[in-house]
């Protein structure tokens, strides 16, 4: 009876979830009412309780997100006026943004065309083909979400990956009809005979194969060689595309949404601040990224490929022509066929690769703080405007505002009228319309962007408490801003790792969803990607870690404590003279 209980309670665990937490979690806000710290207990119900939220999932994320429109305003942390104009800030519509132009990419397939260009480029060999894969989906995941760009490239490999095994017989004999020697030679007897012999060839045994049979040796493919190598590279050529997609994420602002968290908490914690721009991201992030993708594919090629040509691919013994690309065969012709299949570079794939280099050129050349001109401001465009005035947002909302007017066809009136052109003259539609942007905007997580600001302005008050309360802070390092200020570390020297390991998700299908795109065509199994991750996981933080202790510290300055930001160890000083060697002594105060 009690089982039977269990189990039906257990079917209902996501309900008892959202029920049971807010319950449980109440003495908190309760105890600590009537003290200093009854906003920070309040806030920090709030947060506990969207994090358990989040992570079960019991409702979609994006509702979650919303959830401090309700929480703040009843425990008295924010007033819902103050909440809710988190969800429209300046960088959901840099997301909001860079979007529209990835929607207009994917709508005129431009995407497939530049990844397919790039396969034919590298060839069809199979690290070279990996190669190719993690390049082109890395480089097509900084501008269109990752989630996208693993739906295009993943069935593209998998069309390259069943030729390519078929052409070097490394795929399985039920896929190709192919009947085993026994079956033709009509050698079974009797379901014992049958049974031994499925034995030995799970065993790896294969002297049973008769002389007679008219299959060449070589040709046979068999469960201890060439069907496994095949099952091996077939999941080394899938996991690249879902790794690629979420290391390629992290070189741009707009590439995943952490990103773009970081820069709303950086802004609203430190409003004095210089914040974090488009260029400034990419500065760190772009050579980062690189340098993760290359780990990732030389791992891969170790965990599923054969390494010995990994490095310069030297001719030697066991290696000879392994790592010539073969443009002759059949995976090379597959990704020809396809790339011939779209044709010529269409009009609307100029016009969207046009107005996509012009907002990276835009997004570039906005602010070149590097750059200093005679009344010590930064040189770039936005000098002939106010300053401050113009965003990476308002960039980005000016050029999709283009796509919605651009027409998707040349122009065919008056003197702009081909001789051939028998159309009546009239407006094509537009390069973008409102029924693409509906369909394919993830406006879900435009939402979820809104809730993270929420939460990043709901906690800032603490930094304005009392010392006492800092102190609590420094204490219980409730966050890397915190930790930062109360050791007195250049908060950037934390929030930026921070924020980009959030993309180094490799290990679980439930991680990421191109992790889960990838899992769910069946190839892949949990082990398979917990045992490639893990390693992976490891060799990205370490890649982080080296970039932010070398090429970092000058682009953000961090050998010097911001004036901008709020040193714990001088804010405290009124406490004690022992607070105050918190201060590194590497570091100084700006």
């Known amino acids: 009876m009690a089982p039977r209980i269990v189990r039906e309670l257990l079917s209902f665990w996501k309900s008892l979830v959202f029920l049971l937490t807010p319950l449980l979690l109440c003495p908190l806000p309760i105890y600590f009412a009537y003290t200093e710290y009854s906003k920070m207990a309040a806030c920090a119900y709030a947060v506990i309780i969207m994090a358990v939220y989040w992570t079960t999932e019991v409702l979609p994320l994006a509702v979650t997100a ?89 069935p593209i490999a998998q069309a390259i990956l069943s030729e390519l095994l078929k052409e070097k017989g490394m795929d399985n004999p039920e896929e190709k009809n192919i009947l085993t020697p026994d079956e033709k030679a009509g050698k079974f007897e009797n379901e014992e005979d049958i049974k031994l012999k499925e034995i030995k060839m799970e065993e790896g045994d294969h002297d049973f194969v008769e002389d007679d049979t008219t299959v060449p040796e070589d040709q046979v493919p068999t469960l201890g060689s060439s069907v496994d190598k095949g099952d091996k590279m077939g999941k080394g050529l899938l996991l690249c595309i879902c790794y690629a997609a979420n290391i390629g994420g992290t070189a741009t602002l707009t590439g995943t949404g952490p990103n773009l ?43 599923f490929l054969d390494c010995r040509c990994l490095l310069g691919c030297i001719k030697q013994r066991g290696c000879k022509g392994r790592c010539k690309r073969d443009r002759d065969n059949a995976a090379y012709k597959v990704i020809r066929r396809q790339y011939d299949e779209l044709g010529p570079l269409s009009f609307p794939e100029k016009v969207v690769l046009l107005h996509f280099v012009l907002l990276v050129l835009l997004w570039f050349f906005r602010d070149m703080k590097f750059v200093k001109l005679e009344n010590k401001r930064a040189a770039g465009w936005t000098y002939f405007f106010v300053k401050g005035y113009m965003t990476d947002a308002a960039t980005g909302i000016m050029v999709a505002i283009f796509l919605f007017f651009w027409p998707s066809k040349p122009p065919n009136f008056m003197c702009c009228r081909r001789s051939r052109d028998t159309r009546p003259a009239k407006p094509a539609p537009p390069i973008l319309d409102w029924a693409t942007v509906h369909q394919k905007m993830p406006w879900s997580v435009v939402i979820l962007l809104g809730g993270g600001f929420a939460l990043a302005d709901g906690v800032k008050f603490f930094h304005r408490t009392s010392p006492t309360v800092m102190k609590s802070c420094q204490n219980e390092h409730l966050n890397t801003v915190y930790s930062a200020e109360g050791i007195c570390v250049h908060p950037y020297y934390l929030m930026i790792p921070a924020t980009i390991a959030c993309s180094f998700a490799f290990m679980l299908p439930v991680a990421t969803p191109p992790n889960a795109i990838v899992f769910s065509y069946g190839r892949i199994k949990v082990v398979d990607m917990a045992r490639c991750g893990f390693m992976l996981n490891l060799g990205c933080i370490l890649v982080l870690t080296f970039a932010i202790n070398t090429y970092g510290i000058p682009l953000y300055g961090l050998h010097t404590f911001p004036s901008w930001a709020t040193c714990a160890a001088g804010a405290v000083t009124q406490l004690g003279p022992a607070n105050v060697t918190m201060l590194p002594a590497n570091v100084t105060l700006g």
């Not at 994917?106 to 069809?124: D, P, Q």
């Not at 060999?125 to 693993?150: C, D, K, V």
Request: hydrophobic content about 60%; proline content about 5%.
């Open 66 to 154: 919303l959830l401090p429109i309700v929480l703040f305003p009843m425990l008295g942390v924010q007033s819902s006026k103050d909440v809710c104009i988190n969800y429209l800030k300046d960088n959901n519509f840099l997301f909001v943004g860079g979007l529209l132009v990835a929607v207009a990419i994917e709508r005129w397939n431009l995407h497939k065309r530049i990844a397919l260009r790039v396969l034919l480029t590298v060839g069809s060999e199979p690290r070279w083909l990996m190669l190719g894969m993690m390049s082109a989906t890395a480089f097509l995941s900084m501008w269109i979400s990752n989630t996208a760009t693993t739906a295009m490239m993943v």
């Open 261 to 303: 968290v970081i820069t709303q908490a950086v802004d609203t914690l430190f409003p004095d601040g210089p914040g974090i721009d488009f260029v400034t991201w990419f500065s760190f992030g772009f050579p980062a990224m690189l340098l993760a993708l290359l780990l990732a594919w030389i791992w891969l090629q170790c965990m």
